[in-house]
T-cell receptor, first 115, second 111 residues
Framework: AQSVTQPDIHITVSEGASLELRCNYSYGATPYLFWYVQSPGQGLQLLLKYFSGDTLVQGIKGFEAEFKRSQSSFNLRKPSVHWSDAAEYFCAVGGGIRGNEKLTFGTGTRLTIIP | EPEVTQTPSHQVTQMGQEVILRCVPI?????FYWYRQILGQKVEFLVS????????KSEIFDDQFSVERPDGSNFTLKIRSTKLEDSAMYFC?????????FGPGTRLTVL
C-alpha cells in the first residue's frame, strides 16, 4: 500500500532563512509526487509536481523539490522564506497507469515564520 | 485560470439528516474525486469517478455516501444520514491527467 511520511509536524523558521520540508514515500511503481499548500481556512493549492525527467522540479512561489529515488524522498526547499509562506504543507503520492489514481497524503508540516 | 468551485462553503446539519455537497470541476477535466479532512488530521481519499461511474472508493465511503454527476458540470457528494464523525472539510478535485486540482472545500458540521 502506498504511504507518505512527513516526519516534521511543526517547523519554525525566521523570515529570510532557508527552508527544507521532508517527505518520504512508499509506492510500488513509478510514483507521481506532489506538494500542496493549505493556508488557514483555505483549500489545497498545488505548489509543484514530479512525474519523470529532471529530478529537481521548480514550483510556484519560489519553491523547489528534489526527487531522490534511492532515498524514496521528495523534499521541498525554499532559499529564503517570506512571512506569507506560513501555512500547512502536504506531500502526496499518486500514480497508476493513467496517472489518475487517488492521492495519498502525508500528515502535513505546519510552517511558522518568525520575524 | 479555471478553478474547481464548491458550494456551500459551510454546512451545518443535524445528525441523521441528509446533506448534498456540490462541486463544479474544471470544464475539460475527466476524473473527479472527493477527499475529506477531519480537523487536525490528514487529507483522506473518499472516492474517484470517471465516465459516469465510480473508479475507486475507500473503506470510508460506505453505503451512507453516494456520488453523482447529474449534468455536464456538477459533481455531488451525498451523505444520507449524517453522523457526528462526518464533521470534516470535504474537498472536491478534478484532473485531466496526472495532476489533481482541488476546490476550496466545504466545511460540514454535524450537530
Amino acid at each position: 500500500a502506498q504511504s507518505v511520511t512527513q516526519p516534521d509536524i511543526h517547523i519554525t523558521v525566521s523570515e529570510g532563512a532557508s527552508l527544507e520540508l521532508r517527505c518520504n514515500y512508499s509506492y510500488g511503481a513509478t510514483p507521481y509526487l506532489f506538494w500542496y499548500v493549505q493556508s488557514p481556512g483555505q483549500g489545497l493549492q498545488l505548489l509543484l509536481k514530479y512525474f519523470s525527467g529532471d529530478t529537481l522540479v521548480q514550483g510556484i512561489k519560489g519553491f523547489e523539490a528534489e526527487f531522490k529515488r534511492s532515498q524514496s524522498s521528495f523534499n521541498l526547499r525554499k532559499p529564503s522564506v517570506h512571512w506569507s509562506d506560513a501555512a500547512e504543507y502536504f506531500c502526496a503520492v499518486g500514480g497508476g497507469i493513467r496517472g489518475n489514481e487517488k492521492l495519498t497524503f502525508g500528515t502535513g508540516t505546519r510552517l511558522t515564520i518568525i520575524p | 485560470e479555471p478553478e474547481v468551485t464548491q458550494t456551500p462553503s459551510h454546512q451545518v446539519t443535524q445528525m441523521g439528516q441528509e446533506v448534498i455537497l456540490r462541486c463544479v470541476p474544471i470544464s475539460n477535466h475527466l476524473y473527479f474525486y472527493w477527499y475529506r479532512q477531519i480537523l487536525g488530521q490528514k487529507v483522506e481519499f473518499l472516492v474517484s469517478f470517471y465516465n459516469n461511474e465510480i473508479s475507486e472508493k475507500s473503506e470510508i465511503f460506505d453505503d451512507q455516501f453516494s456520488v453523482e454527476r447529474p449534468d455536464g458540470s456538477n459533481f455531488t457528494l451525498k451523505i444520507r444520514s449524517t453522523k457526528l464523525e462526518d464533521s470534516a472539510m470535504y474537498f472536491c478535485a478534478s484532473s485531466v491527467g496526472y495532476t489533481q486540482y482541488f476546490g476550496p472545500g466545504t466545511r460540514l458540521t454535524v450537530l
